[in-house]
C-alpha cells in the first residue's frame, strides 16, 4: 500500500520560518569588545532577507558555494540560514588552518564569494592572488589592519543594507546540498564533507531530543564550539528549530570571559573541547563565579577525562560526554546515565559518564575486528574499529574519487577504535593511529592520558607512541602541570600515581614536563607533532 503522508521538504526553510514567525521575541547576543550586541529573531529574520537578496543581485545562484572564515557572531548565524534558504551552499572555512590547506579548501570548493570577519582578514590577505574563484569578499567588521588585497571587496552592512527584509524563497528539495565543510586534515589533504537539508533537519532534531541535549525554548544556549567546523556541533541550527536564545563569544575565548557570559546570560547549555573546560574548572578553583543556570555542558572533540567530569560536578557542573565527527554532522553518541544507573555509587557513575555512551535514535554502530572485520563482543574488553551509518553521515568525500575505503559497505570507518559494554555502550579507547603497539600489545594513549590528568598537580597531558629498537613502541607521556605546580611535580610521582591503575607494561618509558600540549586547528591534541619531536627519545635514552 502506498503512504498517504504529505510529501513535505525537510529544509532548514522550516526552521527559519518557525524561529521568525513564533519566536520573534527571543534574543540573540554576541560579545563584542564593549557592550554585547543584541537582537531578536524577528530582526535577524529581516536580516537575514536582506542577505539573501543581497547574495542573489550578487550573482550567487543555486548551488554555488557561499564560504564564511569568521568568529562565532550574530553575523556568522545569518549567514548559517540565509545562504542554505536560497539554495546556495554555506562552506565554513576553519580559520586556524595552515595556509596551504586553506589555499586547497577554497580552490577544492570553488568559493564564489568569501565573508570574512574584519580582524581576520590579513589572513585571508596573504593568499588573496591564490583565489581564482572568489569572485567578491564581504567584510564583516571593521577591518583596521587590512591592506586593501581582497578586492573587489564590500562592507556587510553596506551589502545587505538596501535590500527588502522579505525575500521570495524559492521551494527547496531536501536532499539538496546546504553546507559543507572540510575535516581538519590531520592527514593528507583535508575532505569535504557535503551536508544536505535534510540531513541537518533530521540532526537538529536529533539534538533537541530529550536523549539528546534536550535542547528546548527555555535554554539559553552558548556555542564555544567554532561555527567555523562541524556546524557548531549543531547547536546553532536546533536553537533556530525551537526558538532557543542563542549567545555568541565572537573571538573571546578565555576562561574569565566564558565564565562572565555564562553568569551574565544566565546560559543553562554551552558546548566546547575539553580544553576549555579544563581552563574553567581551573578558574573555578580560584574566582567566584555564579555559574548555577548551567543544567549541562557538552565536551567532545576529544576524551572528557574522568577528573574533569568529577572537578566539574565538584563544582555543581554537569558535563555530558560527546561523540562524533565532521562526516557524522557531527553528534553521533551522548553518555547519559540509564534509569537503572542512577543509585549506582558515584565512582560507577563518574566511570559511565567518561565514556562516550549511547548513540542517537537514527544512527546505527558496530565496531569489528580490525584484522578479521568481525564484530566484536560487547565485553567492554575487544577492541574494533567503531563503523556508523545513518541519515546524518555522510557516504563519500566531496570531489574525491578515493572515498571507496573510508565508506565500506554502507559504513563510514571512523578511525576510532572502540569497547562495547553489555549496554551497547561506546567507549573510545584511542584512534587507530595514536593506538601504542608495544610487543605486539596495544595500549590506549587516551586511557593513560585520563589517568594523568586526575594528578591533581596536572593541567593537561598527552601520550605518543616513539620507535623502540626492542618493543617497536614505548608510551611516551608529555605533561602540563598547573602553574602553581610547575616546579613541584616529578616524572616518578607520575609513574607511582599510574601503577595502580594499569599493567606494569602500560606505564610510559618517560614523563616530560612541557608548558602547553600543541593544538590541531579545533583545539584537540595534535599527537603528530610531539610524535615528530620526540621520535628520537627513546633510542637516545637506552
Given at each position: 500500500?502506498?503512504?498517504?503522508?504529505?510529501?513535505?521538504?525537510?529544509?532548514?526553510?522550516?526552521?527559519?520560518?518557525?524561529?521568525?514567525?513564533?519566536?520573534?521575541?527571543?534574543?540573540?547576543?554576541?560579545?563584542?569588545?564593549?557592550?554585547?550586541?543584541?537582537?531578536?529573531?524577528?530582526?535577524?529574520?529581516?536580516?537575514?532577507?536582506?542577505?539573501?537578496?543581497?547574495?542573489?543581485?550578487?550573482?550567487?545562484?543555486?548551488?554555488?558555494?557561499?564560504?564564511?572564515?569568521?568568529?562565532?557572531?550574530?553575523?556568522?548565524?545569518?549567514?548559517?540560514?540565509?545562504?542554505?534558504?536560497?539554495?546556495?551552499?554555506?562552506?565554513?572555512?576553519?580559520?586556524?588552518?595552515?595556509?596551504?590547506?586553506?589555499?586547497?579548501?577554497?580552490?577544492?570548493?570553488?568559493?564564489?564569494?568569501?565573508?570574512?570577519?574584519?580582524?581576520?582578514?590579513?589572513?585571508?590577505?596573504?593568499?588573496?592572488?591564490?583565489?581564482?574563484?572568489?569572485?567578491?569578499?564581504?567584510?564583516?567588521?571593521?577591518?583596521?589592519?587590512?591592506?586593501?588585497?581582497?578586492?573587489?571587496?564590500v562592507d556587510y552592512e553596506t551589502f545587505i543594507g538596501s535590500h527588502p527584509t522579505t525575500y521570495d524563497w524559492p521551494r527547496l528539495n531536501e536532499n539538496s546540498a546546504a553546507a559543507m565543510c572540510y575535516t581538519s586534515g590531520t592527514t593528507g589533504n583535508p575532505k569535504g564533507v557535503v551536508y544536505s537539508h535534510r540531513s541537518i533537519y533530521l540532526h537538529s532534531m536529533g539534538v533537541c531530543l530529550a536523549d539528546g541535549a534536550a535542547v528546548a525554548e527555555r535554554d539559553v544556549i552558548l556555542p564555544i564550539v567554532p561555527m567555523f567546523h562541524a556546524n557548531a556541533w549543531g547547536f546553532p541550527h536546533a536553537a533556530a528549530f525551537v526558538g532557543a536564545k542563542l549567545v555568541f563569544p565572537g573571538r573571546f575565548m578565555d576562561p574569565m570571559r566564558i565564565a562572565r557570559m555564562i553568569e551574565r546570560e544566565r546560559v543553562t547549555v554551552s558546548a566546547a573541547v575539553p580544553t576549555i573546560w579544563i581552563g574553567i574548572l581551573n578558574l573555578l578553583g580560584k574566582e567566584q563565579i555564579d555559574l548555577s543556570s548551567l543544567r549541562a555542558i557538552y565536551c567532545g572533540g576529544s576524551a572528557v577525562p574522568q577528573a574533569l567530569i568529577e572537578g566539574l560536578y565538584q563544582k555543581h557542573i554537569n558535563i555530558v560526554h560527546a561523540w562524533g565527527m565532521t562526516e557524522t554532522s557531527p553528534l553521533a553518541s551522548l553518555s547519559k546515565l540509564r534509569s537503572y544507573q542512577e543509585d549506582l555509587p558515584s565512582e560507577e557513575q563518574f566511570r559511565i559518564k567518561a565514556r562516550q555512551g549511547t548513540v542517537l535514535p537514527g544512527v546505527d554502530f558496530r565496531v569489528v575486528d580490525m584484522e578479521t572485520g568481525q564484530e566484536v563482543p560487547w565485553d567492554n574488553q575487544t577492541f574494533g574499529e567503531l563503523q556508523v551509518r545513518g541519515p546524518w553521515i555522510a557516504r563519500a568525500y566531496y570531489n574525491d574519487s578515493e572515498s571507496a575505503a573510508k565508506f565500506a559497505e554502507g559504513w563510514l570507518r571512523t578511525g576510532d577504535v572502540a569497547v562495547v559494554d553489555e549496554d551497547g555502550t561506546l567507549q573510545l579507547v584511542d584512534r587507530t593511529k595514536d593506538l601504542v603497539k608495544s610487543g605486539g600489545e596495544w595500549i590506549s594513549s587516551v586511557e593513560l592520558e585520563g589517568l594523568i590528568m586526575g594528578h591533581p598537580k596536572v593541567l593537561e597531558a598527552c601520550v605518543v607512541g616513539i620507535p623502540h629498537p626492542k618493543w617497536a613502541e614505548r608510551p611516551l607521556a608529555c605533561v602540563v602541570p598547573k602553574p602553581e605546580f610547575a616546579d613541584q611535580i616529578s616524572a616518578e610521582e607520575i609513574l607511582d600515581y599510574l601503577r595502580p591503575h594499569v599493567a606494569k607494561w602500560w606505564l610510559p618509558d618517560d614523563v616530560i614536563f612541557i608548558e602547553a600540549i600543541p593544538k590541531t586547528s579545533v583545539g584537540k591534541f595534535d599527537k603528530k607533532v610531539l610524535r615528530k619531536q620526540y621520535e628520537m627519545y627513546s633510542m637516545s635514552q637506552d
Open positions: 500500500m502506498q503512504s498517504l503522508m504529505m510529501d513535505y521538504p525537510l529544509t532548514l526553510q522550516h526552521a527559519f520560518h518557525r524561529a521568525v514567525h513564533i519566536f520573534p521575541r527571543k534574543e540573540i547576543v554576541t560579545q563584542t569588545d564593549g557592550e554585547p550586541y543584541r537582537y531578536t529573531y524577528g530582526a535577524w529574520g529581516e536580516r537575514v532577507a536582506q542577505l539573501a537578496g543581497a547574495l542573489k543581485q550578487a550573482g550567487v545562484v543555486e548551488g554555488d558555494r557561499v564560504a564564511t572564515f569568521g568568529w562565532n557572531t550574530y553575523r556568522h548565524f545569518e549567514l548559517y540560514y540565509a545562504v542554505p534558504c536560497m539554495g546556495a551552499i554555506l562552506h565554513t572555512l576553519n580559520i586556524r588552518l595552515f595556509a596551504e590547506q586553506l589555499v586547497y579548501i577554497v580552490n577544492d570548493a570553488q568559493d564564489k564569494v568569501i565573508f570574512v570577519d574584519g580582524d581576520l582578514v590579513p589572513l585571508l590577505e596573504e593568499h588573496a592572488d591564490q583565489f581564482p574563484s572568489v569572485q567578491l569578499y564581504v567584510i564583516m567588521g571593521e577591518a583596521a589592519h587590512a591592506t586593501g588585497k581582497l578586492q573587489p571587496s
